[in-house]
């Protein structure tokens, strides 16, 4: 059971059963909800249930992150090293090592790691001491046969595109940049690869420029170790592509190159137009060709070709040749019957001729030898015709023929510039390396011939390989002194043997069944199953109708199609193709079929075939090879598709498999396939044993080594130690790797822990100081509000105590002073009224004596009156006497008297009527007084009363009015008698002191106070400067302005020019009525006690009595007038308040009442201004003008008098 923790890598076995599928490396996302989240290499995500836990496995510690050589991969299987390459490919590190392999991934894009800087870093370094590079090879090759005396073989396998040929270039590139002589040789070897790539490379849906042909450089060394010279080998070249090509795949590029480059007057020699005029190149359906230049490319042929000596009539004669393939690809066959025969005719063409021309035949001989067969039995020789396709046949054998033939030349033209044979002198030796561009292991769908070819090299390679490889483990073991006989491995010697070793093999009946006249593909079929059918590696059709038959090679079993292998095998030239060339006049193409025409009939016949020759030059190679000491590349193809930065994970198993590296693995695994030098073993697994110092401290690696490995695996477990290394088989490192794992683990968790502890103590200690720190804080805090409460509470109680302490004195002295009070009050009442009642009882005698008196008066008065009567009556008797009867006389005095009577009574009813009528008016009056008392005073009324003949007297100045309300008895005359009555009556006024007032004399206090040369004096002209000082400058200007105000309100000052009447129905009442009607309402009043109790309680906030201020000044200036409002907001702007260009000085005439305002406003409310405007105001009454409006004024100072008193 594996325990998996977040972050570990782990092989994913996803089982898809595909044939190249292998695990995958993936990273753990989350394991810690029931299911285990794993991220594999391909980006993709899986969820894994604990059931499938069996799908993955831990990765080894060297997988995780790639190695350099994969050898040490602890996983050292194909997933392990496919990841490994995955890794370092994303890195784009394209090199790496498996042993002495070099495996390079094909970048599909140009790195930077070519340069001759590089090339410098990798000169005579050692395999290992630098990253992988096909630099460190080919310095290897170069060093070891230099070193070694040695000769040396660089075998560079892989798919098409994989990057052989792109190696064997840099390969050669290095070798002559560092054998350092850019000799002509030097620079012939490197030219001949452009020549050979035009010839024998072609585009195909693999590769832009995959070569068609397998070669072997051998470059010659001096003893200096300068190039000599080289030799190449050419294996197999693709002949029929010349006739046929695939969709979106080309024929040989030097058709291309050679249409596009060609100078048009040889073109036209040679009959040629452009690539899309022949249908040899067009099958394909392409052209052109990406990424290369045809035209360019020429030119580099030509001078290659130059630089390789070939002469200008042999570049022209390939060139004819090369036209005149192309012509023959353009012949047109038509079909015909003769005797029952199908037969065919070659349409007559311009092709035809220049074809034939070219090679200097008859056109009619050409179309012969296309349409007829001659057949030569027993001496005589029979001419069949040919069907169409039979023409057709012939036709691309002869042209295959000739490119073939034409390839070997050129092949042997350059090997005859390059190659020097070596000198017969004794002395001297040369040295060789060798490099093996050859194609690798083939599998397609289809399989022919050519593929069980080149899978027959690729199977002799790879023995060659196994046999290194083993030898290479063989040679390790012995130099360790390691015991190895028990190491196995298999090999692919059976399957060898099977198709070219023993008798009867493969290659053996086929070639027999090509040489047989009647023998046939099926006969072939026949031979080798009944031969092979019990052979493993053999796999023999299902059934007799099946044309397919399969081998078991090393990287897999490939089914071959027998059709057509005879013909392929026998890579013959009718005897009727070869008379054509025997019959041409050309030399060059008699000298390339030279050993054809050279050759009898029947040694033709004999001559051998296809299969032999390459067996034999296998044979040849391998006998090269294993003189040399080998080195191995590698190749690897991530896509298809030719793109960089993209792998293809099937694709790149199917190639390692293929490489036959696993079989490195194999041989490695049977024996001890892990392996380290002690010092790495000491540093990777002291770790077990506690005490084990590093190694680079260590005295006896080897022993401690020993120490570890037998405490760990114990003494008799299969592992060995050697003299540099400590052998291992996997498990027992799997088991080293476990401890460790658990080991460091274990160490990993005790520093886990005790940072864990110090990083928790630490945090404690931190958290607790902040603990401890708050408490106190809040303590203090808690302590103090308790304090503040508990302090507050004994404040209250001594309050409480005290003021009941208070209390109860008060209540106490409050009674007694009641007492005292009631006592003294009844006593002063008494006191007061015996004094009243004494008073009362004086007015009542006095009132009762005046009463008397009065009523005396009126008795004596009415006596009198009665008596003046009776002395009328009496003196009218006497009168009427005369007149008449004394009797009648008397009665007439009588009756006069009577009326008199009557007419006294009357006046005595009259005048006590009127009597009554005054005391009831009096008693009225007292009522209202008294109810008048009972009233608030209406100030407003009263100033009415007192101003109010100002406004009948209207605003202009010296114009009488009626005395104030209230005065009008000022003005009535005294009434005689009753007046003197009561004054005569009222009791005398109580004398007062009379006080000396001469000291506070206005021009004593004008001459003591004023500033400049202002007197008590008024001067009717606007002043200099405020009468006092006032320190700020708006209190100046104001001052100032006051005292304009004060002489127009006399008129003593003309109004300003602007005629601009302000009707506000202001004008027609009087001018003291509407400042009471502001200053002196009660409503007023009140607002100005609540503001003033404001301004009190918050006198010390200066907002507030701006508020408040601002209030006051509203409420003093509350008729709406522009002036006023104007006034009241300078007024309230406060001391920023100037009065120059005061717009209510100089815009225009005001009335009174806003004189007045403006006065009084500044007077009342700047209280630096109130002794100036009182000053100034009371200047006017040292005047002789005692007209109204010095009254006026009187009323003005008495007005702000009172103000600054309340
Ligand atoms: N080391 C490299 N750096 C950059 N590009 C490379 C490298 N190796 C190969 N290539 C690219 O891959 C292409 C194919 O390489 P190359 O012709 O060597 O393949 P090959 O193995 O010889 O194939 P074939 O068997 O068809 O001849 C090259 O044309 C080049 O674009
Ligand atoms: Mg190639």
Redesign the pocket.
């Known amino acids: 059971m594996v325990i998996l923790q977040q972050g570990d890598y782990v092989w994913l076995d996803l089982k898809t059963g595909r044939e190249f599928d292998v695990p995958v490396g993936a990273v753990v996302k989350l394991c810690d909800s029931g299911q285990i989240q794993v991220l594999d290499d391909e980006g993709r995500e899986h969820w894994i249930s604990p059931q499938n836990a069996t799908n993955i496995k831990p990765i080894h510690p060297t997988s995780i992150h790639g190695v350099e050589d994969m050898i040490r991969l602890g996983d050292l299987n194909e997933a392990g090293i496919l990841r490994n390459l995955l890794i370092r490919y994303n890195e784009r590190v ?1 090199y790496t090592y498996t042993g002495s392999i070099l495996v ?1 991934v ?6 930077p790691i ?1 340069t001759p800087d590089q090339i410098r870093l990798y000169t005579n370094r050692k395999i290992g001491e630098m990253p992988p590079h ?1 630099f460190a090879i080919a310095d290897n090759c170069y060093f070891n046969m230099k070193r070694n005396n040695k000769d040396q073989c660089c075998i560079i396998s ?13 390969i050669l590139q290095f070798l002559a940049a560092i054998s350092g002589q850019h000799s002509w040789i030097e620079q012939q070897v490197l030219e001949a690869t452009p020549i050979l790539e035009a010839f024998g ?1 072609a585009k ?1 849906i ?7 042909f397998g070669k072997y450089i051998d470059i010659h060394f001096n003893k200096r170790g300068a190039i000599e010279g080289a030799k190449i080998e050419q294996y197999l070249l693709e002949k029929s592509r010349v006739c046929r090509q695939a969709h979106d795949e080309r024929n040989y590029h030097v058709f291309y190159c050679m249409l596009r480059g060609m100078a048009p007057e040889m073109k036209a020699k040679l009959g040629l137009g452009r690539a899309t005029d022949y249908s040899y190149l067009t099958m394909g359906n392409c052209t052109e060709c990406d ?1 290369r230049d045809d035209l360019s490319d020429y030119s580099s042929i030509l001078s290659a070709m130059k630089v390789l000596m070939f002469t200008e009539t042999e570049s022209c004669e390939i060139s004819k040749l090369l036209a005149s393939i192309l012509h023959m690809g353009n012949l047109r066959f038509e079909a015909r019957t003769y005797d029952n025969l199908d037969a065919c005719v070659v349409v007559r063409s311009p092709d035809l001729v220049t074809a034939a021309s070219l090679m200097e035949v008859e056109p009619k001989d050409v179309m012969v030898c296309l349409t007829t067969r001659t057949l030569i039995t027993r001496g005589e020789s029979v001419t069949t015709p040919l069907s169409v396709e039979q023409g057709l046949d012939v036709r691309d054998a002869f042209v295959k023929g000739i490119y073939g033939r034409l390839f070997v030349w050129i092949v042997e033209k350059i090997n005859a510039a390059i190659y020097r044979p070596p000198s017969c002198e004794s002395g001297i030796i040369r040295r060789s390396i060798g490099l093996l ?1 050859i ?2 292991f083939e599998n397609f769908v289809v399989n022919s011939f050519e593929q069980l070819c080149i899978n027959f090299a690729n199977e002799n390679l790879q023995q060659f390989f196994v046999r290194h490889v083993f030898k290479l483990e063989q040679e390790e073991y012995n130099l360790e002194d390691i015991s190895w006989q028990h190491i196995e491995f298999t090999d692919n010697q059976d399957a060898l043997d099977m198709i070219a070793n023993k008798p009867m093999n493969i290659i053996s009946l086929i070639d027999e069944e090509s040489k047989f006249p009647k023998g046939t593909d099926a006969t072939m079929l026949y031979k080798l199953n009944s031969q092979h059918k019990l052979n493993s590696n053999y796999m023999p059709p299902k059934n007799s109708y099946e044309t397919q038959f399969g081998i078991q090679h090393f990287a897999g079993m490939v089914h071959y199609e027998s059709r057509g292998f005879l013909e392929k095998n026998r890579d013959s030239l009718h005897t009727d193709i070869i008379q054509l060339v025997h019959s041409s006049k050309n030399k060059f193409i008699k000298q390339i079929f030279q050993a054809d025409v050279a050759m009898g009939v029947e040694t033709r016949k004999r001559s051998p075939t296809l299969s032999s020759q390459f067996k034999r030059s296998l044979e040849m190679l391998m006998r090269t090879l294993s003189v040399c000491q080998p080195f191995f590349v590698r ?1 690897i ?1 991530p896509n298809e598709l ?1 793109k960089p930065m993209l792998f293809d994970r099937e694709l790149c198993i199917r190639q390692l498999r293929y490489s036959g590296m696993m079989e490195t693995i194999r041989i490695r695994r049977a024996g001890y396939p892990i392996r380290y030098s002690f010092a790495e073993f000491v540093d990777r697994f002291r770790v077990l044993m506690p005490g084990v110092k590093p190694a680079h401290i260590q005295a006896d690696l080897r022993g401690t080594c020993m120490q570890i490995v037998s405490a760990q695996l114990g003494k008799h477990e299969d592992w060995q130690i050697g003299k540099t290394k400590i052998f291992l088989k996997d498990h027992h490192d799997m088991q080293l790797e476990i401890e460790r794992d658990k080991a460091i683990t274990d160490k990993v968790i005790l520093i886990q822990k005790v940072a864990r502890g110090l990083k928790a103590r630490t945090n404690f200690l931190r958290l607790r100081s902040a603990v401890i720190f708050i408490q106190k804080v809040w303590r203090g805090y808690r302590s103090r509000k308790n304090y503040q409460i508990m302090k507050s509470g004994f404040i209250r109680l001594q309050a409480v105590c005290r003021s009941r302490k208070f209390y109860r004195n008060y209540r106490i002295t409050r009674h007694r002073i009641t007492l005292l009070q009631a006592r003294c009050r009844g006593f002063l009442i008494r006191q007061a009224f015996g004094r009243r009642l004494r008073a009362v009882l004086t007015i009542q005698a006095y009132t009762r004596g005046m009463i008397a008196r009065r009523l005396c008066q009126r008795l004596r008065a009415e006596r009198q009156h009665r008596l003046e009567a009776e002395r009328q009556r009496l003196a009218e008797e006497e009168l009427l006497r005369n007149q008449m009867t004394i009797r009648r006389a008397k009665a007439e005095a009588e009756r006069k008297h009577q009326e008199r009577l009557n007419q006294l009574a009357q006046q005595q009813e009259e005048r006590e009527r009127e009597e009554k009528e005054e005391s009831r008016r009096k008693k009225e009056l007292l009522e209202q007084m008294e109810r008048e008392k009972e009233q608030p005073v209406d100030h407003s009324d009263m100033v009415d009363r007192m101003f109010g003949f100002l406004g009948d007297s209207g605003p202009l100045p010296n114009k009488d009015g009626q005395g104030p309300a209230g005065f009008e008895d000022l003005e009535k005359t005294p009434r005689g008698e009753e007046a003197e009555e009561v004054l005569n009556e009222a009791p005398p006024l109580p004398d007062e002191d009379e006080e000396d007032l001469s000291e506070y004399k206005f021009s004593k206090f004008a001459a003591t106070y004023f500033q400049g040369v202002s007197t008590h004096t008024y001067i009717r002209r606007p002043l200099k400067q405020p009468l006092l000082f006032h320190e700020d400058e708006g209190d100046q200007l104001a001052a100032l302005a006051v005292w304009i105000t004060v002489l127009r309100f006399m008129g003593d000052l003309p109004e300003p020019k602007y005629q601009m009447v302000i009707n506000d129905g202001s004008e027609k009442i009087p001018v003291m009525t509407k400042i009471y009607e502001t200053l002196g309402k009660r409503t007023y009043k009140r607002e100005l006690q609540e503001l003033q109790v404001e301004g009190e309680v918050s006198s010390t906030d200066t907002q507030k009595r701006n508020s408040v201020r601002h209030k006051l000044v509203s409420l003093t200036l509350k008729r709406k007038s522009k002036i006023t409002e104007e006034v009241t907001r300078r007024l309230t702007e406060g001391s920023d308040y100037v009065l120059q260009g005061n717009s209510m000085l100089e815009d225009r005439p005001t009335s009174n009442l806003e004189k007045l305002h403006f006065i009084i406003g500044n007077g009342i409310l700047r209280p630096a201004l109130r002794s100036e405007a009182l000053l100034q105001s009371k200047t006017k009454l040292n005047t002789d003008d005692k007209s109204v409006e010095s009254f006026n004024i009187g009323d003005m100072i008495y007005f702000i008098d009172t103000q600054e008193k309340s």
């Open positions: 394209i390079a094909n970048p599909y894009q140009l790195l070519y096909i892989g798919e098409s595109g994989a990057g052989k040929t792109e190696s064997t270039k840099l490379n195909t693999r590769n832009d420029n995959s070569s068609r990424g561009d194609f690798g190749c193809k030719k």
